[in-house]
């Protein structure tokens, strides 16, 4: 029997900016056993009172299917876009990573923070904070040079994303029915 390839999908969400929203997003995911890899939110439209949720999860694309389609139903959700099926996108993460040593290994550490491009936003005798954005594979391989050389706290951002090109993530059109105090 051949099992279906697990497939990871950045999803972003726009969503109604309320108390309890990104609870009802998040119960939507534990409650059926799905797993968020990644999750960032942000008001993106203070106006409209709108926020932006960027998840990255990962399963069958039957499992990703019936995550968006779960989405659609909630209320305060007013559009879900799966940015992996759309097309090219761009990913960033930001990450702080505080490396702790002295000598050679603290030298090595600053070498391998500029070929990353890693950024030295704190410094003391004994230890560095270094901040960087990138995909999370840069991360996760600058994390992975850095713990041999000191590496003792990381705190990360999650995936943010946005696709390429000229449109943008809008919410479809209210109808005026909708919103009684909407002219025509």
Known sequence: MLQEPIERHTIAVLVENEPGVLARVIGLFSGRGYNIESLTVAEVNPYDHLSR?????????????????????????????????????????LALLKVSGRGESRVESLRIADVFRARVVDST?????????????????????????????????????????????????VPATACPERKN
Do not use: H, N, W
């Not at 399963?59 to 909630?74: D, F, H, N, P, Y």
């Not at 559009?79 to 097309?87: I, N, Y």
């Open 53 to 93: 949720i960027t998840v990255v999860t990962s399963g069958t694309r039957m499992i990703i299917e019936q995550i968006k389609a779960q989405l659609s139903r909630l209320v305060p959700i007013r559009s879900v876009a799966d940015l992996t099926d759309e097309g090219p996108r761009v990913e960033r993460e």
């Open 125 to 173: 005798i004994e230890s560095f904070v270094f901040e960087m954005t990138g995909s999370t594979e840069k991360i996760d391989a600058f994390i992975k040079l850095m713990e041999p050389l000191g590496l003792v706290d990381v705190a990360r951002t999650g995936v943010v994303a946005i696709s390429r090109g000229k449109e943008g993530l809008k919410p479809p059109p």
